[in-house]
């Protein structure tokens, strides 16, 4: 059965109010200061109102977010976000991004608080959504860093529960779509924002197999491809990103996923752009030929509506 997808990112929902300087630890502070002078000028709720607009109007399948829904990773910043999630009427498959771990914060007070709206459960449990023949695979890359920096780290112990799902989830003849906040490549993003153990993630990704992947962290809509590999790793711009240059105005990818034949997966994909009028429309697409694997009658890994994995 095909599926679609609505696939967006680094929402960094406008908050009404801001803490006090004086109230923050020394990042969040810094970035508090990066949001008055230029950040809250460039992220908005009119183009962020747009974007989802534009996707209920295309009547996705599931929302898949990638990451950075909040801007400086408050316990207030966390709430709003999970009121934000509760109000959308489709299936959710969520992610934390580097702002979502500016500061280190309790799992329950923080990314935790999305568990029952489409988020993980755990920071090394990987997010496991099913969506018709599609897997969403999700995993957590967000980890505090020093002042400056925004890299991230998969880790050893979601590696290895990674290559399971993979392996899994491939064997029942699903198409496998991995999220991952941070870019799987080295060029997409400078080094200091950069996701720290990619030759790990790309090791497992590329050995276990999966279709497609998505991210976010770069605030932009490219297409490239794992390293050493054909399959395709896709990103996309801020959600909340004024509009004006369409390389970076706010955006989203519909990800249109079919089954052609039984020996492959067709994924054909439409990058939307808001442009300076308050409406979006196409500004590039791609079609990808992945091969499929035939599904044995096994018990899927989870339900679009949360049920567990087998």
């Known amino acids: 059965m ?9 929402l960094h929902i406008p908050t009404p109010a801001a803490p006090a300087l004086r109230s923050l630890a020394s990042k969040r502070a810094l970035s508090l200061l990066s949001w008055h002078l230029r950040r809250r000028h460039i992220h908005t709720l009119s183009a962020l109102t747009a974007v989802l607009r534009d996707i209920e109007a295309s009547r996705p399948d599931a929302l898949a977010i990638t990451g950075d829904l909040t801007n400086l ?13 509760s109000q959308l009427s489709l299936p959710v498959a969520v ?40 897997a969403l695979i999700g995993l957590s890359s967000a980890v505090p860093t020093a002042p400056f920096f925004a890299s991230g780290m998969m880790g050893e112990t979601q590696a290895e529960k990674l290559a399971d799902i993979l392996t899994r989830t491939g064997a029942e003849g699903l ?3 991995v999220m991952i906040h941070h870019p799987p490549r080295h060029d997409l993003v400078v080094w ?9 993630f790309t090791q497992v990704v590329r050995n276990a197999g999966a279709e497609l992947i998505l991210h976010g962290h770069s605030h932009r809509g490219t297409f490239s491809t794992l390293p050493e590999s054909d399959i395709p790793v896709i ?17 989203w990818n519909h990800i249109a996923i079919e ?52």
Request: proline share 10%.
């Open 95 to 134: 992610i934390p991004g580097n702002h979502d771990a500016l500061t280190p914060i309790p799992w329950a007070d923080g990314p935790g608080l999305w568990a029952p709206y489409g988020g993980m459960t755990a920071p090394d449990e990987p997010l496991v959504t099913r969506i018709h023949d599609v």
């Open 235 to 251: 990103g996309v711009t801020s959600a909340s990103h004024r509009p004006g240059r369409s390389g970076t105005a706010a955006g």
């Open 192 to 200: 200091r924002k950069a996701l720290r153990d990619i030759d790990r």
């Open 73 to 85: 990773g408050t316990p207030r910043e966390f709430r709003a976000a999970r009121l934000w999630l």
């Open 175 to 177: 198409c496998r779509v």
């Open 259 to 310: 089954r052609s034949t039984p020996e492959n997966w067709t994924i054909a994909i439409r990058a939307r752009r808001l442009d300076t009028q308050g409406t979006l429309h196409d500004y590039m697409t791609r079609n990808y030929t992945r091969p499929a694997r035939t599904a044995p009658d096994v018990t899927p890994a989870r339900t679009a509506h949360g049920a567990p994995l087998a």
């Open 2 to 10: 095909s599926a679609v997808l609505a696939h967006l990112s680094d």
